[in-house]
């Protein structure tokens, strides 16, 4: 099957759905008409727009049950949305990805809201509802969407409120594992001049992996968003918006399984399940963690954003962005995947930011068009990660013991009350060789079950920009663009670490990593033995941690202030070989801001270590080709790339924690297309490919596949309609294929382990090539304001990962996110 719908895909050629607007208020199509986007802050058609871009029609997202990131990036080449939780999502283009949650971190791949930008990971998954359209634009983007877009934009167009317009329509749907959602909108007129629009959505969905212990099953979902907008147009030459965004998110714990071990009751040791990562999970936390928080994630997202345009003249017209947008996530997971509390984990984050951009255009008529722009962008943030180890069984697992099997790892652990018994026959076998051997029994009883460490980064930034563009007609059929961006980053990098209390594990693993002087060592083991070692100040003993050492005075912040500048800049040709055909070629460099990586010291109440990681930069080469053919019945887009990447930023895992650092040289290659024919009146197809090579070429990951990366991906669907008696029946079928990834950059080679505290021998952490078949079947009355629908999606179930290696990866336990399986249901829709 899959072979013969990626010929399908083949035959089909360089067939798009870049602008795929095909299928407006239900009504039989002729041609395919093309969206109209502001993807270089001017209104054009898609096929007058000389880099790669994808837009889509609210109506197409709305035609295909499209909600989030996720289900329409599987439509979009090159494009790959990861939804590990709303709270932790990855956005991939062209191979790139942009998801840390670090307060440090610089988004890759930016996210617009019209028009602010909603970058920062944490708070960029948003539903997508109620939209006028979405515009995906490929290659660097910085001079036309600032700082962020290094590689690319994704521009969210809300349906805005309409002044003097009364409408109003509401989608009810309903399925299986508790699958419910509503969604409506309401636009009412204020006088003639004014308006205001109100829509929102509640969606609930049961989760999709068995909780094996009781409780609600993982990777459930509760969402509610709400939007208020408000209009105002005096006259044709002004209009003034204001939109507020909140959005609430309630998920069940994430579904973070080890495929090594079986999930077992923690009290008996007997097995629950199976071991493959969609079958049912008995995840733990450790008991009170960080004030008794329960698996799963608690997010809250909003945002006020005020836009203005006037026309100032003819030829010149000013645009102004205000916004203010927040979010506050807690998340809290299993980072080990077995069912003992061995590691419990938690992300706590929150961030603020504020933005004002000024644009003056021009456009006069005549070959002559561009704009000139200042912005500034101010955010503050934090990330607060506390993590719980239980020392005991941490101490098993360095020593092989987890199983309880000293020469070989089984596939299931044993009962909790077993392992203080094995950590104490594991640190004799560490202190005999020392002559030590005496004091593993009153060592092993200070190993703590919850030891709490708590390190912090935060980061204020502010940001200048100014920028301009333009482009010029040579000929009716010759244009060439221009533009360029200036950014200067006043950035204050902050880092703290602390312990409850000091970790017995960690001094031990100091005293085996020899950092303890040979003459001191018998002293510094009757410490370790002393039934008060937790009560010992810490200017007589070091306070020591297990993962991250504290800062001074167990928790101070340090700070690192630094400045960075840099320009960008694109330089595009297109040409109308015909009134329907355009070639265009362009060259643009991006810049991935420097970033400040801040880890824990090298030593208890030390210094923390900042490091500035290089401005990655990559130059950006692209040709391709736009056309309308069979009398417009027929959109091909078709593009070629290279990118070369220069101090490519990549983050590599120590321990529990993830440090970014450069990587050196990297280069992608690739081809995309997308095309859609309205092969007749009442039958459509359309489709997409994408081919990206994308190859570490130095360091330590030289060769390495670029993470979230597929070589291939393609997507194929079919929209049917069929007249009946009193109305008419569209059926719309869709697949979508991707081939191999990895989840990490250095795709889970042993020999590049090093770092993990426990080596991860085993290369695991992929996903091969799979695919989804989608299918919707909706009946639509003849002059009737109302329809109704049932769909699959997954509908053959097909079992995949979404996710693989992840916190517990750096003791040795990779842990595997399950996606979705079949789900089907029926919707109910209402306009007026």
Request: hydrophobic share 40%; charged share 20%.
């Amino acid at each position: 099957m899959k072979t013969r719908l990626l010929a399908a895909v083949t035959l089909t050629g360089a067939m798009t759905t870049g602008s795929a607007a095909w299928a407006q208020e239900q009504a039989p199509v002729s041609s395919v008409e093309d969206v109209i986007v502001t993807a270089q802050l001017r209104e054009q058609k898609t096929i007058d727009v000389p880099f790669a871009l994808t837009a889509y029609s609210g109506q197409f997202l709305e035609d295909l049950g499209i909600q989030e990131f996720e289900q329409l990036s599987a439509f979009v080449p090159g494009f790959l949305v990861q939804n590990q939780s709303p709270n932790n999502p990855g956005f991939v283009m062209r191979g790139i990805t942009s998801d840390s949650g670090a307060a440090t971190s610089e988004a890759r791949v930016s996210v617009f809201q019209d028009g602010v930008s909603i970058s920062k990971s944490r708070g960029s998954y948003v539903e997508l509802f109620d939209l006028e359209r979405v515009e995906i634009a490929k290659g660097p983007q910085s001079t036309l969407y600032g700082r962020g877009a290094l590689i690319g934009a994704v521009n969210l167009v809300q349906n805005r409120a309409r002044p003097g317009e009364t409408e109003a329509y509401a989608n009810i749907e309903a399925g299986n594992e508790g699958y419910r959602m509503v969604e409506g909108a309401l636009n009412l007129p204020v006088g003639e001049t004014a308006g205001l629009r109100l829509a929102t959505r509640l969606k609930t969905r049961d989760g999709s992996v068995e909780n094996l212990r009781g409780g609600e099953d993982f990777n459930a979902i509760e969402t509610r968003a709400l939007r208020l907008s408000g209009a105002w147009t005096p006259s044709d030459a002004m209009r003034f918006d204001v939109i507020g965004n909140y959005q609430k998110d309630n998920a069940s714990g994430t579904s973070f399984k080890s495929i090594a071990y079986a999930p077992a009751d923690p009290n008996t040791g007997a097995v629950l399940g199976g071991k493959e990562p969609w079958e049912g999970a008995a995840l733990t936390r450790g008991a009170a963690f960080d004030g008794g928080k329960a698996l799963g994630l608690d997010r809250e997202v909003w945002g006020v954003t005020g836009l203005a345009r006037i026309d100032l003249n003819a030829a010149w017209s000013l645009n102004a962005t205000t916004a203010y947008r927040e979010f506050t996530n807690y998340e809290t997971f299993d980072a080990d995947g077995v069912s003992l509390p061995l590691l419990t984990a938690a992300e706590d984050t929150h961030g603020e930011q504020w933005s004002q951009d000024l644009r003056l255009g021009f456009d006069n008529g005549g070959r002559l068009t561009g704009f000139v722009g200042a912005g500034w962008f101010h955010e503050e943030g934090y990330q607060r990660t506390p993590t719980q180890f239980d020392e005991r069984l941490i101490l098993a697992q360095l020593s092989g013991l987890l199983d309880g099997s000293p020469t070989t790892v089984g596939d299931r652990t044993l009962p909790l009350a077993a392992y203080p018994a094995i950590a104490q026959a594991a640190l004799g076998g560490l202190l005999t060789p020392l002559g030590a051997g005496a004091f593993a029994t009153p060592i092993a009883a200070n190993l703590k079950s919850a030891h709490i460490e708590t390190p912090i980064n935060s980061s204020e930034l502010t940001s200048y920009d100014v920028f301009a563009d333009a482009t010029y007609a040579f000929t009716d059929r010759f244009e060439m663009s221009a533009g360029v961006r200036y950014t200067r980053d006043d950035k204050t990098t902050g880092f703290a670490n602390s312990v409850q209390s000091r970790s017995t594990l960690g001094a031990l693993l100091a005293l085996q990593a020899g950092a303890i002087p040979a003459a001191q060592v018998p002293t510094f083991l009757g410490a370790l033995a002393n039934p008060a070692y937790l009560a010992i100040p810490a200017s007589a003993f070091p306070l020591f941690g297990l993962i991250a050492q504290p800062t001074a005075n167990n928790g101070d912040f340090a700070y690192f202030d630094s400045e960075d500048d840099g320009v960008t800049w694109r330089l595009t040709a297109r040409y109308a070989l015909s009134d329907d055909t355009n070639v265009y070629a362009n060259y643009a460099r991006g810049r991935r801001p420097e970033v400040i990586s801040a880890s824990a010291p090298s030593a208890p109440q030390g210094s923390p270590r900042f490091a500035a990681v290089d401005a990655e930069t990559v130059d950006s080469y692209e040709v391709g080709a736009k056309s309308s053919l069979l009398d417009g019945r027929l959109r091909v887009d078709g593009a070629v790339f290279l990118y070369d990447y220069q101090n490519f930023q990549t983050t590599v895992q120590e321990g529990t924690t993830f440090i970014v650092t450069n990587a050196g040289e990297a280069k992608s290659y690739g081809f995309e297309t997308q095309a859609n024919f309205a092969v007749t009146s009442n039958f459509d197809l359309f489709a997409t490919y994408a081919y990206n090579h994308s190859r570490f070429e130095n360091g330590i990951y030289d060769g390495n596949q670029f993470r979230l990366s597929p070589d291939n991906a393609a997507s194929i669907g079919a929209t049917w309609r069929l007249p009946v008696s009193g109305g008419e029946i569209a059926v719309q079928p869709t697949y979508t294929w991707q081939s191999k990834v990895f989840f990490s950059d250095d795709n889970d080679l042993p020999a590049l382990q090093s770092r993990n505290i426990v080596p991860d021998r085993v290369q695991d952490e992929y996903q091969d090539a799979y695919g989804l078949l989608n299918l919707r079947v909706r009946y639509t009355p003849d002059s009737a304001n109302w329809g109704v629908e049932a769909f699959g999606e997954n509908v053959l179930d097909e079992e995949y990962i979404k996710d693989a290696g992840n916190t517990g990866d750096g003791l040795g336990m990779p842990t595997f996110i399950a996606g979705r399986p079949a789900s089907y249901g029926l919707v109910f829709k209402l306009k007026l």
